[in-house]
């Protein structure tokens, strides 16, 4: 895998133009896994590349939030920050740029183990004819804060291991 400081893996861009263009998925959603140190190096580097807007969730949130002193979360809450990131949420169009979130491992920790459940599965399937949104987390807290068995229930086309 050769990559300069500021491109993607192949592996990697290949799996963000497979969310663009007419013959992508109804759900242009994709989760990768990223080591430590390509977590916090590759929104500032690879999102853009990806032509990806570079998006800290859990600092987005509580900046939201913070008129109110307190930052309430569901599963559908989740969601609901997430696909208001993207632009023209009323009308989307697919082609437009799409989303690279990441730090929303922060916010996933503040919901209990059903709900984590309940929320990928609603990103997984609800995010429909929307922008490219790429799902960062750590590899390491894949397992405890990600979807049950990303490769299989995601699959291939929309789930990415890079450690």
């Known amino acids: 895998m050769s990559t300069t400081a500021t491109s993607a893996p192949n592996k990697l861009i290949k799996l963000a133009n497979s969310l663009r263009g007419h013959t992508a998925p109804r759900v242009r959603t994709a989760l990768i896994a990223l080591n430590k140190d390509e977590y916090f190096t590759a929104p500032e580097t690879w ?19 913070q008129t109110y002193g307190h930052v ?3 599963p559908t809450q989740l969601l609901e920050y997430i696909l208001n990131l993207l632009p023209n949420n009323d009308n989307p169009d697919p082609m437009e740029p799409g989303v690279w979130i990441w730090g929303i491992d922060i916010l996933l920790a503040k919901l209990s183990e059903n709900e984590r459940t309940i929320f990928w599965s609603k990103l997984h399937g609800m995010a429909s004819y929307r922008p490219p949104i790429v799902v960062a987390i750590p590899s390491n807290l894949l397992s405890r804060f990600g979807p049950p068995e990303p490769e299989s229930t995601w699959g291939t086309q929309r789930f990415l291991s890079l450690t």
């Open 47 to 65: 999102a853009s590349s990806l032509f990806l807007e570079p998006i800290h969730l859990s600092l987005h949130v509580a900046e939201k939030c």
């Open 72 to 74: 309430g979360l569901s």
